[in-house]
């Protein structure tokens, strides 16, 4: 397994989840893209990515994304671009951070005997089956990286469920994959969300009279 400063790289996962979650990032991620030519970190980490939400052939002879379902998943929704943002800490660590799961990819494979293409990073010389498998035991198992692939994962989650690389109404308005996929909602035209049902169609509880016009406390 190669020699990577961990806590580096746990400093820059954190800080990006926390830029993410602030809605910091300025450009959508062009979500559609999609290039045979792509690095092998960027192979790599798209497999991951595609294992955990998983999408479509991009193209024919796609071997990133392996195709397990209909639809697009965290590649197709701009995980990739998430990950190489420039307001982002985070892509100076990338190769290192591919070269973790290559490296668990390369044991998983000599153990059960699975013959992995030179020409292609070894993760993604494996089986869907054989990634999801893998990326299983990356988890709850007390593993020595596990906090890196925890927060990596929920990067996945906030570039797919939630657009947060983007403005939301942009994001819609752009016809991002992900939120798309989900049904969210459109904004009103103001470009604000307003949720006219109450849950179990009655109001929980009366408003505050001293209650804020942003609806705040006093």
Known sequence: MPTVDRRAILKALTASVAVLAAGGLTATPAAAAADVS???TTQTLGAFADTLIPGEHRFSGDQVCAGAVTGPGAVQAG???????????????????AALLDARAVAYAAVRLIWLSP????????????????????????DIDEPVWQVMSLIVGIAFDTAGQSDTTAALAQGHPGLTWLRFPKPDPDGL??????????????????????????
């Open 38 to 40: 792509e690095g092998w």
């Open 79 to 97: 995980v990739i671009d998430v990950m190489n943002s420039p307001e982002l800490p985070l892509a100076p660590l990338l190769p290192e951070i």
């Open 119 to 142: 020409s292609r990073p070894p993760f993604v010389g494996l089986s869907f089956a054989h990634r999801t498998n893998l990326v299983s035991g990356l988890f709850g198992s007390g």
């Open 193 to 218: 969300w307003r949720f006219g049902d109450f849950s179990y169609d009655r109001p929980l509880a009366a408003l505050h009279p001293a209650t804020t016009p942003s609806g705040s406390p006093a």
